[in-house]
């Protein structure tokens, strides 16, 4: 007595089919599950029998051999509770087996036969849309993230028993799945307003030209001078997720398992903040046998902010350089090799010195010279080369906290930024900027300028290439089709601090 029903393991950012094969044999009453699974996909031979035996269904007392094929992909996770399950039942002949090759199943058992979600909804719809599946079951509480893939049908359960009947010709009960549309429609900023901001006018405009183009920045200042303030209003003023950008974002929460019942889409940029303890692993991905993206990957198509720059561990650090050049990261583990995005904006905040005494007119910096050095050698130049804009964040004094003018609010400054990425885009059809944005692009009085200009700074050929793409930024907020001197000259500005002179 034999049955196989279909199936996926979640490995990095895919979802490959692997099929139950159940057999029920002679001898002892007995649960073999083989196929390389791990330690938690063991225990789904506790959480199926009990589950079934509490759906009002017989369990049979014989011994059975359940192979997760193909047998040299480990797989991980309790998504395969329920095909297990069903597995069981068709090989018994309670369920009928010409059904289960139309749909791929998944889903976590409890006890009492109820259907808990599981990580990976997003990719398995993927796979069965690519295997021309009819659909895939799984869920209730999945069942709107699955939705999200259409040409596909998806089946929601809420119980074992719900699975069985929709196998036996009952239809699903009918459930309102809004859109990727209909969802990023709905999606409003709650955040913190930039008008809060007094003072700091160098942080507010770099702030504006980061949301133009995307650009990188950290944030160089004493303690309290505002740095984490301006950086958690950065969202605010960035253009609303596309449904593409928002697909792939929702792509990697799924992964990772962060969506919830009432959040089937990422909908707003995500702004992950990791604390300066967290690992490697934590931050750039990783596992003990199969990878989990970590959180550069979870802000994808957002923003990494990362306080206290310096005290981050160094492996940590340079383990930002390529992910920050490149749009993704590649962890490699036993298990296997994966590949996540890690299409970022990173946001770092910086004290200009230990006891961030530099640069604060309060108070006397007590670094001695060489916890000074010690300290600012933590952030390298080639990290350093891949943060577009440095800015220096200076303390306000009393009398100017209270006596300056709110900054513009978030809604003004986010429709300028909003202007300007629509002014590139009809430079960019006008002819302007192509095909490619560099050195070529420039008047040559201006790069005989910029040429003058990097050389006395030293900079590397790298960061020339930083300096014209934030001048190009610039000058879309101006709404000018040609980088000018003072474009290049403001974007130069923004290279310079206190980790440059140093």
Known sequence: MFARVSSVAVVGMEARPVQVEVDLGG?????????????????????????????????????ITANLAPADLRKDGSMFDLPLALGVLAATGKVAKDRLSDYLFLGELALDGCLRPVRGALPAALAAKESASKGLVLPLENASEAALV?????????HLAEAISFLGGQSPPATDRPSAAELLASARYRGPDLSDVRGQALGLRA?????????????????????????????GILPPLTEAEAIEATHVWSVAGLLGPNQ?????????????????AAIIGGGSSVPRPGEISLAHNGLLFLDELPLYPRTVLEALREPLEQGYVTVARQGATVRFPANVCLVAAANPCLCGGVGDPRRICQCPPGRLESYRSKLSGPLLDRIDLHVEVASLTERELFEMEPSHSTAMVRERVLQARAFREERKLEGYGQPLEGLAELKPGVRRFLQRTVSVDRTSARGVSRVVKVARSIADLAKSCEVEELHIAEAIQFQRTVWRRT
């Open 27 to 63: 001898g002892l009453p007995d649960f073999h599950l083989v196929g390389l699974p791990s330690a938690g996909t063991k225990e789904a031979r506790r959480r199926v029998r009990s589950a079934v035996i509490n759906s009002e269904q017989e369990w049979p007392q014989r011994s």
């Open 150 to 158: 259409p040409g596909i049908e998806v089946v929601g359960a809420g």
């Open 207 to 235: 702030l504006e030209i980061s949301a133009v183009g995307g650009h990188n920045i950290l944030l160089v200042g004493p303690p309290g001078s505002g740095k984490t303030m301006l950086a958690e209003r950065l969202p």
């Open 264 to 280: 089937p889409m990422v909908v707003e940029r995500p702004f992950r903040a990791p604390h300066h303890h967290a690992s490697a």
